[in-house]
């Protein structure tokens, strides 16, 4: 028998009308850690409506943003936030990407420069040499086999 998530009480915006504009804008910055590429202002899950709620009480209880998402860190981690902090455990995160171009780079340079270089065509003297020791040489045919019909 499977148990299925109770479903979310449904949301209750605060009255004050720019109290809820700032809960809005900061539930899109909030990942759902249920759903994890949704954020919690569009995420169906019930912890969402949960931290929809924590949010909206935390703002209506005149705390700031940095202090919001600071309480949401503490419980759930970094990656609660989509833009997370610079530092030590996120380090990787922010530079990560830079860093595989880098490499990629890197290993492409490494790749073309390594390429054997295009031959020079042969000068006419070289050409006369090599003519010269092919006719010296009446087992070898100097034509290339697509010379022949």
Known sequence: MAFAEPAAAPDQPLPDPAQEARAQGLFRDIRCVVCQHESIADSPAGIAADMRRLVRD??????????????????????????????????????????????AGGVLLTTLRRRPAEAAPLTPTEEAALAKRLAERPDLDASSPHDHP
Not at 65 to 93: K, M
């Open 58 to 103: 935390e703002v209506a209880a005149g705390r700031t943003d940095e202090q919001i998402e600071a309480g949401l860190v503490r419980r759930y981690g970094d990656y609660v936030l989509f833009r997370p902090p610079f530092n030590a455990g996120t380090v990787l995160l922010w530079l990560g990407p830079f860093l595989v171009v880098l490499i």
